[in-house]
């Protein structure tokens, strides 16, 4: 099989199934088959210019091809996930207290801007903070947010 492919796999073979893939490509949009195309018209051109045999032009394909593959989703994909929705997002909102909060216990804050989803949360402190009193988010604990008490750093004027 090695022999007969060898004998009739010429150079432009390689550019036409690169080309072929890569038009498959414009209808699938998984950058998987532009890896595998650009990698065929590559050992295309290396046959042409080096008259390879297959073993060397499958080993190169196969190499090519991988590192097109992981390089797009190690260093160039866009990552698709963003921090919306996650437990660390927008942790620097504040809000205001609208059920008093006792130490240790539940209470109800509203925030100026919504936090993940919703303006109003149920929140502990460790601290008792009364109605009014403006917080900011320490954590969030799944349906529970921890905050304390937020406090305006005052700066003193120059003489």
């Known amino acids: 099989m090695i022999d007969f492919l060898s004998t009739f796999?010429?150079?432009?073979?390689?550019?036409?199934?690169?080309?072929?893939v890569m038009v498959f490509e414009m209808v699938?949009?998984?950058?998987?088959?532009?890896?595998?195309?650009?990698?065929?018209?590559?050992?295309?051109?290396?046959?042409?210019?080096?008259?390879?045999?297959?073993?060397?032009?499958?080993?190169?394909?196969?190499?090519l091809s991988t590192t097109i593959i992981f390089s797009w989703y190690k260093f160039f994909r866009t990552k698709l996930l963003t921090n919306a929705g996650?437990?660390?997002?927008?942790?620097?909102?504040?809000?205001?207290?609208?059920?008093?909060?006792?130490?240790?216990?539940?209470?109800?804050?509203?925030?100026?801007?919504?936090?993940?989803?919703?303006?109003?949360?149920?929140?502990?402190?460790k601290a008792t903070i009364s109605k009014g009193t403006r917080i900011k988010i320490l954590e969030v604990k799944g349906q529970l947010l921890i905050v304390e008490e937020f406090k305006e750093k005052k700066t003193q004027p120059n003489n």
């Open 86 to 125: 996650q437990s660390n997002n927008m942790l620097d909102t504040m809000g205001r207290v609208e059920e008093e909060i006792k130490a240790y216990e539940r209470g109800k804050v509203v925030f100026d801007i919504p936090v993940l989803g919703s303006k109003r949360w149920s929140a502990s402190a």
């Open 9 to 20: 796999i010429a150079w432009w073979h390689w550019v036409i199934l690169g080309i072929v």
């Open 28 to 63: 699938t949009f998984t950058f998987i088959f532009l890896a595998f195309g650009l990698s065929f018209i590559f050992v295309g051109i290396m046959d042409f210019f080096w008259n390879t045999n297959i073993n060397t032009e499958l080993i190169v394909w196969i190499t």
